[in-house]
């Protein structure tokens, strides 16, 4: 065999390969494709983006009410809200007739330790309007405030203990709530000292305890150097305002003015015209 046949083998060999190669190898590569494919379609499923889980503020397909929001269960109590004491919470109880009924009775007996804490916080937040005696002629009153609740009158006297704590809970006419300053102990606290003002300033020498000596508060007062007068009741300054019945004009208490009512406005009759010149 010479060498041009030789070489003529070798180029129809390479030919043939060629043209025979793309055949055969085309469906390897579409197989091996295809398994890749599935492969990777099988590891990119959507658990992990789509995860069952409640998103705030949008439905859900887990329950039958299509709510992601649920609503609470019935009768459940977060931590430190439970108040299984509703008077110690509230200062009143349900009366026969179904409305809400004060006590003159505290929920926790009455210590010195109670005493101390309820003068305390009264000195801060209730005697600038009621003052240290509790008269109603605090600080405030003498620079022209309404005058407060005096303590010791028939009225207050007679009040149950417990509306002092309600008072202080929810307020009263202009005198705001105070529930943000004194937690219900110590508004409890609070009502028991004032009760225990109520008893010094209406007390008898029956009162006293047999072996206790009792000293007149104006002595006290002159070994102490205190002001003269100290001791003698208190009178409303010329600036303060005085309590008069309620108008119902000026708006409620603690409240704004009421609007006052439109003024009546007149109009003129109109001049009959003049007759006309002949």
Request: aromatic share 8%; proline share 8%; glycine share 8%.
């Amino acid at each position: 065999m010479t060498g041009d046949q030789r070489s003529g083998i070798r180029d129809r060999e390479t030919t043939f390969a060629a043209e025979r190669g793309p055949k055969n190898g085309a469906p390897r590569i579409a197989v091996v494709t295809g398994l890749a494919v599935l492969l990777l379609v099988a590891g990119c499923r959507q658990d992990m983006q789509n995860e069952p889980k409640l998103i705030p503020q949008r439905g859900s397909e887990m329950f039958a009410d299509h709510r992601g929001a649920r609503p609470q269960v019935v009768n459940t109590v977060a931590r430190g809200q439970l108040h299984e004491d509703s008077y110690f919470y509230t200062g009143v109880v349900q009366g026969a007739n179904g409305y809400r009924e004060e006590k003159n009775e505290l929920p926790f007996p009455v210590t010195l330790d109670v005493l101390e804490r309820g003068q305390e916080r009264f000195n801060i937040y209730c005697s600038p309007c009621h003052s240290r005696v509790g008269n109603g002629l605090g600080a405030i009153v003498d620079r022209g405030y309404k005058p407060a609740g005096n303590f010791h009158d028939q009225v207050r006297m007679a009040q149950p203990i417990s509306h002092y704590f309600y008072v202080m809970t929810h307020g009263y006419g202009a005198m705001p709530d105070y529930s943000a300053q004194l937690i219900p102990v110590d508004r409890w606290a609070v009502a028991a000292y004032i009760r225990a003002l109520q008893l010094s300033q209406a007390a008898t020498d029956k009162d006293v305890p047999a072996g206790v000596t009792v000293r007149n508060l104006k002595d006290v007062a002159r070994e102490k150097n205190l002001p003269e007068g100290f001791a003698e009741p208190w009178a409303l300054s010329s600036t303060a305002i005085q309590g008069y019945p309620h108008d119902a004009a000026q708006g409620n208490p603690a409240m704004a003015p009421a609007a006052p009512a439109p003024t009546a406005i007149k109009i003129p009759l109109s001049k009959p015209a003049a007759p006309a010149a002949k």
